[in-house]
């Protein structure tokens, strides 16, 4: 469903970036996480409306997925980023360019290149090496 968020009290809440992850991410993801799907980016508003002990952000592992994990830990410190145990396999097999066709590359914020987070400097740093990203939904591919 789908609602306007004034307030949202829970233990463990998820956030997924892509509406179609969104809809099965139960299969990756523990049932004990609230999900949520923001539409369109999220915002500091949405953040600091939470009342959570624990987040798990479940995006991209590109410069956008890095960008929305470091603007929800900045408020919160108890902020994961999801990493399937799989994910050197899946981006060896499945990642893709950053460039897309009829848009720009993306790029690393100065916060992104300037961040001693520790999953941070692993997809940065394979991002600019490789200038390959994997997408969440590689996770659900057979």
Known sequence: FATTLESLQADKICIVENLDVFLKAEKVIPTDYVFIHSYGRLGKELIKSLKVLEILVFSDYD???LKEYMLVKSEFANTIFFMPKNYE???????KSLKKKNEGEQKPTKAI????NEIVIRIREQLLRNNKFL???????E
């Open 63 to 65: 410069y956008i997925g």
């Open 89 to 95: 396999q899946l981006y060896k097999t499945s990642a």
């Open 113 to 116: 290149k300037k961040s001693n």
């Open 135 to 141: 997408e969440q939904q590689t996770l659900f591919e």
